[in-house]
């Protein structure tokens, strides 16, 4: 059973910069397809990047390309989210999640394993 932990989170002006980590541990599988995805108050949880840990992606959606940066440390098992230029609307609760398959763009349903995660605000 694959458990993540996200950290990272926190209050930041618009413009600013947040690191999102996601700590993973139980992992059986050798490679995982690892995604952040975030949801707003009253919005669908959305796909925001993912990559897979055997050498694919990185993928993001439209909304943070060229602002946000994911990428992996296997040597810690931890999935990063590198957040710049950030907006009022990219506020939301923030999730890692991992599957052993999955589909691009990132999909909730189709990923397996959820951390609890951390909340990002960007004021104006």
């Known amino acids: 059973q694959v458990q993540l932990a996200e950290s990272g989170g926190g209050s930041v002006q618009a413009g600013g910069s947040l690191r999102l980590s996601c700590a993973a541990s139980?992992?059986?599988?050798?490679?995982?397809?690892m995604a952040w995805f975030r949801q707003a108050p009253g919005k669908e949880r959305e796909g925001v990047a993912c990559?897979?840990?055997?050498?694919?992606?990185?993928w993001y959606g439209d909304s943070v390309k060229g602002r946000f940066t994911i990428s992996q440390d296997n040597a810690k098992n931890t999935l990063y989210l590198q957040m710049n230029s950030l907006k009022p609307e990219d506020t939301a609760m923030y999730f890692c999640?991992?599957?052993?398959?999955?589909?691009?763009?990132?999909?909730?349903?189709?990923?397996?394993?959820w951390g609890q995660g951390t909340q990002v605000t960007v004021s104006s």
């Open positions: 990559i897979y840990t055997g050498g694919g992606g990185p």
């Open positions: 999640a991992a599957s052993e398959w999955a589909t691009i763009p990132p999909t909730k349903s189709t990923y397996k394993y």
């Open positions: 139980g992992a059986t599988s050798r490679y995982y397809w």
